[in-house]
């Protein structure tokens, strides 16, 4: 039935963002990129793809966070045209992708004020989807209630702020829990918000969704080791959501070591093989410290490929919403890997040239 209707409202904007998807670079286009001496032959070949001449009043010689922040806004204008052309629900959904760069945003401003930085520089820092009129206002909050109150009250990220107001304190740990703790909210919120606009949008969503929470409740995890995050306060800032919940997030829980880790996700096939070298990245070098560090980049890395696999497989289902984040997604991690080919170059480190995830 929903393939009946779908193209009435939202038919344009699906081929729109196919289009979209159809620009992303491939594996060639990436190999032509990493055989470039310079960012001036960088910029050229760019100028091939559907990047077009984006750097073209670039002065010499160009700076990677100049290429990232240009491929960002180019995304930033793309996803601008879908939301103004786009009707409710599919509205409601596009307006849900920004909240997790306004969550970003007010973290990083509260961050910058806590460490006296200067308001304008964090301001430019912000996502540009993430800005909303009274985020300036975030700067002279000194504490999460007169946070709440002065500035957050208005915006949509209210209500995943009320259960953060106990954190009266503003330090870097409990910004970390604000942090986590919001993204929960959200994440869940996210997930009940698809399951009413119905399959297929609910199933290629669920999934995705699903992996996103059981990536951070991982992560919070390993972050925990050795910090003063009691466990039981680990335990609150897992979404309640995800493939691993509820078994594997109580395991996660009392976990105290990678190991640990790697049995709570040992239920789930496809994070199982995660692990397979983590245990030889853990086993090399003789400080414990270190070999933890190498396995969590490892585990981040698995993850990030898993994240692209995930949102590709979203563009093989048609009459649903699933394709505007996933297309979201997969051009963020193209423009990381940009920036790192581009840092690689830059930095003559033509050996890690090749450590970037492709998409197509």
Excluded at 21 to 31: D, E, H
Excluded at 69 to 81: H, M, S
Excluded at 84 to 112: C, H, R, S, W
Excluded at 192 to 206: K, R
């Amino acid at each position: 039935m929903e393939a009946l209707f779908f193209n009435v409202d939202n038919g344009f904007l699906e081929a729109i963002v196919r289009g979209y998807k159809a620009g992303i670079l491939t594996q060639n286009q990436y190999s032509n990129l990493a055989q470039c001496e310079t960012l001036e032959d960088f910029r050229t070949q760019l100028s091939a793809t559907d990047y077009g001449n984006f750097l073209a009043n670039e002065p010499l010689p160009i700076s990677t966070s100049t290429i990232a922040d240009k491929a960002t806004q180019i995304l930033v204008d793309q996803f601008n045209y879908l939301r103004n052309n786009a009707v409710q629900p599919l509205a409601k959904f596009l307006e849900y992708i920004t909240y997790a760069y306004m969550i970003d945003n007010v973290v990083l401003l509260i961050t910058g004020t806590l460490h006296e930085r200067d308001t304008h520089e964090l301001l430019e820092r912000c996502h540009p989807l993430g800005i909303f009129d009274t985020m300036p206002a975030l700067c002279v909050a000194t504490n999460v209630e007169e946070l709440y109150q002065s500035v957050l009250v208005e915006t949509p990220l209210a209500p995943y702020f009320r259960d953060c107001l106990s954190a009266t304190d503003l330090d870097d740990l409990n910004i970390e829990i604000i942090r986590n703790t919001v993204y929960k909210a959200y994440l869940e919120d996210f997930y009940n918000f698809c399951t009413t606009l119905g399959s297929p949008t609910s199933d290629m969503m669920h999934k995705i969704l699903e992996f996103e929470a059981d990536r951070r409740t991982v992560n919070i995890t390993i972050n925990s080791f050795n910090t003063e995050l009691s466990k039981e306060q680990r335990a609150k800032l897992f979404p309640a959501i995800g493939r691993l919940w509820p078994e594997g997030n109580n395991q996660l829980a009392r976990a105290d070591e990678m190991d640990q880790v790697r049995q709570a996700c040992e239920s789930v096939s496809e994070y199982r093989s995660f692990f397979s070298d983590v245990g030889s990245a853990q086993g090399n070098g003789s400080g414990n410290g270190y070999n933890d560090l190498a396995a969590a980049s490892h585990l981040e890395d698995r993850f990030f490929r898993m994240e692209v696999h995930l949102n590709k497989q979203s563009f093989l289902q048609q009459f649903q919403y699933g394709i505007f984040y996933s297309y979201m997604k997969l051009k963020e991690q193209e423009i990381r890997n940009l920036t790192w080919i581009a840092e690689c170059i830059a930095q003559d480190a033509k050996d890690r040239i090749q450590d970037f995830i492709p998409i197509f």
